[in-house]
Nanobody
């Protein structure tokens, strides 16, 4: 079993930055694909960014050039650096881990989920 806990969300003005962190416990996630997803009220969960077992990174079009996903294997942690935030980025952000190393944009492919951290961007 893998337990995930997100942190780093909050309220920020448009144009600002946040760094989300996902701390894993139970088992190492260094060989697993990890993803960040967001869910706005009344909408389906959406892919934001992902990182494979080999540290290849993938981003949704909306986050390209603004977001950076990275691993810190010594701490069993994955980060999401978000720059140039805008009100459309407001959502609950979830960290997720796959049972496999290959990255997927489909949230149904992820076995483990955190509770989420709220990101609110004011205009």
């Amino acid at each position: 079993q893998v337990q995930l806990e997100e942190s780093g969300g909050g309220l920020v003005q448009a144009g600002g930055s946040l760094r989300l962190s996902c701390s894993a416990s139970g088992r190492t996630v260094s060989s697993r694909a990890m993803g960040w997803f967001l869910q706005a009220p009344g909408k389906e969960r959406e892919f934001v960014a992902g990182i494979s077992w080999s540290d290849s990174t993938f981003y949704a079009e909306s986050g390209k050039g603004r977001f950076t996903i990275s691993r810190e294997n010594t701490k069993n942690t994955v980060h999401l650096q978000m720059n140039g935030l805008n009100p459309e980025d407001t959502a609950l952000y979830y960290c997720a881990a796959r049972g496999k190393g290959w990255m997927s944009r489909d949230f149904n492919e992820y076995s483990y989920w955190g509770q989420g951290t709220q990101v609110t961007v004011s205009s």
